[in-house]
């Protein structure tokens, strides 16, 4: 079993932030969809209906897991034979403090096992009181263009930073081409396309913030890969099952 309780109450926290009054099998069903759980815990338990990750969800209900040892970020209540969660002003502040991470991890439609990994890290940080800073380098883009984009001024400047290395990193003579269909922007469009490519995140890329940049980098651009537009929005199109970049490149060449 890889997943725990534990683990379990941040991104609990973000779906019962978003839906009000969502039941327990609301929560099981979204946290399903949304983690994808792979492995020993996608597995059915004997004799029940429940895979070793939905037991997981109920337990975290069951054990008061979620209220976090009664410091009350949620509240529970029933309404006839029903129940439903709500979250507190305690329980948002705790979820505001990690969202950044938390959105980051889970908008990018990482495997199981990365947000497996990205939620130990960020539980890990939570209890050693350290902070994660997250890229996106795509918004970076956006910015630089004119377009209003949601991000602080500091996640901009080191997705900046990122954005450049990997443009240096992936580059030849100045230009640049997406690594599953070749498209370059630059050949294409001439001084319209120059410098222009997007940043496909294949595993999660996340910094502490008293890390080293530098040596940050050095694994960041190992997991980052330059993508044009079109690639990169195939690639994210399906929730559940995304694509790599090697079986998108397959599908191009056949074609």
């Not at 602080?152 to 992936?170: G, I, N, V």
């Given at each position: 079993?890889?997943?725990?309780e534990?683990?379990?109450?941040?991104?609990?926290l973000?779906?019962i932030?978003?839906?009000?009054?969502?039941?327990?099998?609301?929560l099981?069903?979204?946290l399903?969809?949304?983690?994808k759980?792979s492995?020993e815990d996608?597995e059915?338990?004997?004799?029940?209906?429940?895979?070793?990750?939905?037991?997981?969800?109920?337990?975290?209900v069951?054990?008061?897991t979620?209220d976090?040892?009664?410091?009350?970020?949620?509240?529970?209540?029933?309404?006839?034979?029903?129940?439903?969660?709500?979250?507190?002003?305690?329980?948002?502040k705790f979820?505001?403090?990690?969202?950044?991470?938390l959105?980051?991890?889970?908008?990018n439609?990482?495997?199981?096992?990365?947000?497996?990994?990205?939620?130990?890290?960020?539980?890990?940080?939570?209890n050693?009181?350290?902070?994660i800073e997250t890229?996106?380098?795509?918004?970076?883009?956006l910015?630089?263009?004119?377009?209003?984009?949601?991000t602080?001024?500091?996640?901009?400047?080191?997705?900046?930073?990122?954005?450049?290395?990997a443009?240096?990193?992936?580059?030849?003579?100045?230009?640049?081409?997406?690594?599953?269909?070749g498209?370059?922007?630059?050949?294409?469009?001439g001084?319209?396309g120059?410098?222009?490519?997007e940043?496909?995140?294949?595993?999660?890329?996340?910094?502490?913030?008293?890390?080293d940049?530098?040596?940050?980098?050095?694994?960041a651009?190992k997991?980052?890969?330059p993508v044009?537009?079109?690639c990169?929005?195939?690639?994210?199109?399906?929730f559940?099952n995304?694509?790599?970049?090697?079986?998108?490149?397959?599908?191009?060449e056949k074609?």
């Amino acid at each position: 079993m890889r997943i725990s309780e534990p683990k379990l109450i941040l991104p609990a926290l973000y779906f019962i932030n978003n839906k009000p009054n969502i039941s327990t099998s609301e929560l099981i069903g979204v946290l399903t969809e949304c983690l994808k759980p792979s492995g020993e815990d996608a597995e059915i338990l004997k004799n029940r209906k429940d895979t070793k990750f939905s037991q997981i969800v109920r337990n975290l209900v069951s054990h008061k897991t979620i209220d976090q040892n009664g410091l009350g970020y949620t509240e529970y209540k029933r309404e006839g034979n029903n129940g439903y969660h709500k979250i507190t002003d305690k329980g948002k502040k705790f979820l505001e403090e990690n969202l950044e991470f938390l959105e980051y991890l889970m908008d990018n439609n990482f495997s199981y096992d990365n947000l497996e990994n990205g939620i130990t890290k960020l539980t890990k940080s939570i209890n050693e009181n350290r902070i994660i800073e997250t890229f996106d380098e795509n918004s970076s883009i956006l910015i630089s263009e004119g377009n209003k984009i949601k991000t602080t001024t500091s996640k901009y400047k080191r997705s900046r930073k990122l954005r450049d290395a990997a443009f240096d990193y992936y580059s030849e003579d100045g230009t640049i081409q997406c690594e599953v269909c070749g498209f370059d922007f630059y050949d294409f469009y001439g001084d319209s396309g120059k410098g222009f490519i997007e940043m496909h995140h294949k595993n999660p890329v996340f910094k502490y913030e008293d890390e080293d940049f530098e040596i940050f980098l050095k694994e960041a651009l190992k997991n980052i890969a330059p993508v044009c537009s079109n690639c990169h929005r195939i690639i994210h199109r399906f929730f559940k099952n995304q694509l790599t970049i090697e079986e998108l490149r397959k599908k191009v060449e056949k074609s």
